[in-house]
């Protein structure tokens, strides 16, 4: 049997829990994290993590059937649900849109940053080539909480063209943020609005793109997941 959720408050930086299997899945995942910098994202930091968290091989295959590859998936998730919550609790009214998404990867990024080397052990194992799909749509979830957090509500074409340029960001301030070295991540920040700026002006030229160029694209976008439907799932996250 899997034992109750703990507080949401037992768990350091946690989000609200709206239910008991994703507490435990959140418990279990943090319990491996201080595991993983030894032993990478292994089956041995697994069964380590649920030795400290008091769980047996049934729970653990219980809570994370697909192994390693969902507790990874679990982290990104968590990090999504936490910054989406701290966010939430601060007056973003007054910012203009590239600082209110500035702010969300910077805020995600703090969220982590106690687990900095499972953050490289997880860029690493999701670039492998088994893992390439998992690393795509973690990084699709992670830009849709961004824009949703930023207040973003489109639901036509621009849907996909913010997403797709922030996923470039995403993924360059990440890997900057890993070899940072600087006060405080200072160069990161940096860095960061920097890439912003750059994806707004690439936005507003998009914008002025022919009808004929718009087309096609709107072609490549019917292809990816609906918006609405995306959207719908994502204002159901605590």
């Not at 319990?31 to 968290?53: E, K, T």
């Not at 007056?91 to 805020?107: F, G, I, N």
């Not at 990440?174 to 609005?193: K, N």
Request: cysteine-free.
């Amino acid at each position: 049997m899997v034992a109750a959720a703990p507080p949401s408050d037992s768990i350091p930086d946690s989000p609200p829990i709206p239910d008991a299997r994703l507490g435990l899945r959140d418990r279990l995942m943090l319990a491996v994290l201080p595991h993983v910098a030894f032993d990478g994202w292994s089956v041995v930091a697994l069964r380590q993590g649920a030795a400290d968290a008091g769980m047996d091989d049934a729970q653990v295959a219980a809570l994370f059937p697909g192994g390693v590859a969902d507790v990874v998936a679990q982290l990104s998730d968590w990090a999504d649900r936490t910054m989406m919550v701290r966010l939430a609790g601060r007056d973003l009214s007054a910012m203009k849109v590239r600082a209110r998404v500035a702010l969300a990867v910077r805020v995600r990024l703090e969220v982590l940053a106690p687990w900095s080397e499972a953050v490289q052990r997880a860029t690493s194992f999701l670039a492998m080539p088994t893992q390439m799909a998992l690393g795509a749509r973690l990084l699709y979830r992670t830009v849709d909480a961004v824009w949703y957090a930023a207040g973003d509500q489109s639901t036509d074409f621009n849907y996909y063209t913010k997403r797709a340029l922030l996923a470039g960001v995403q993924t360059a301030t990440v890997l900057y943020w890993l070899s940072d070295r600087s006060t405080e991540h200072a160069d990161t920040w940096a860095f960061l609005d920097r890439r912003i700026e750059n994806v707004m002006a690439l936005g507003k030229g998009l914008a002025t793109l022919s009808l004929p160029k718009a087309a096609s694209l709107k072609g490549l976008a019917s292809l990816m997941p609906s918006p609405l439907r995306f959207s719908r799932h994502l204002r159901q996250r605590p």
